[in-house]
């Protein structure tokens, strides 16, 4: 089992950046990728970055030059770093880890931009 918690959602004005952070515990070592999907009322959850154990990131075109996927691992932890927000990215934020044959999430944070 792995367990995720995220921190770090908030209200942000519209340009304005917030950090998440997301700490996972438990069968950590055969996790080999992890990332941050959003959700936005009425509308279906979507991919935001993901990093994997290597270190490779890959993200959602909306996001690319804005924000930034990056992982500590002495701490087990990953972050978002989200800059130059936009009411367009007011969302739930959930964390995503991945092990063969097992999908875990977090249980959200919320980010609100306001314009």
């Known amino acids: 089992q792995v367990q995720l918690v995220e921190s770090g959602g908030g209200l942000v004005q519209a340009g304005g950046s917030l950090r998440l952070s997301c700490v996972a515990s438990?069968?950590?070592?055969?996790?080999?990728?992890m990332g941050w999907y959003r959700q936005a009322p009425a509308k279906q959850r979507e991919l935001v970055a993901t990093?994997?154990?290597?270190?490779?990131?890959n993200y959602a075109d909306s996001v690319k030059g804005r924000f930034t996927i990056s992982r500590d691992n002495a701490k087990n932890t990953i972050y978002l770093q989200m800059n130059s927000l936009k009411s367009e990215d007011t969302a739930t934020y959930y964390c995503?880890?991945?092990?063969?044959?097992?999908?875990?999430w977090g249980q959200g944070t919320q980010v609100t931009v306001s314009s």
């Open positions: 995503n880890a991945v092990r063969i044959g097992y999908n875990y």
């Open positions: 990093i994997s154990r290597g270190g490779s990131t």
């Open positions: 438990g069968s950590i070592s055969s996790i080999y990728v």
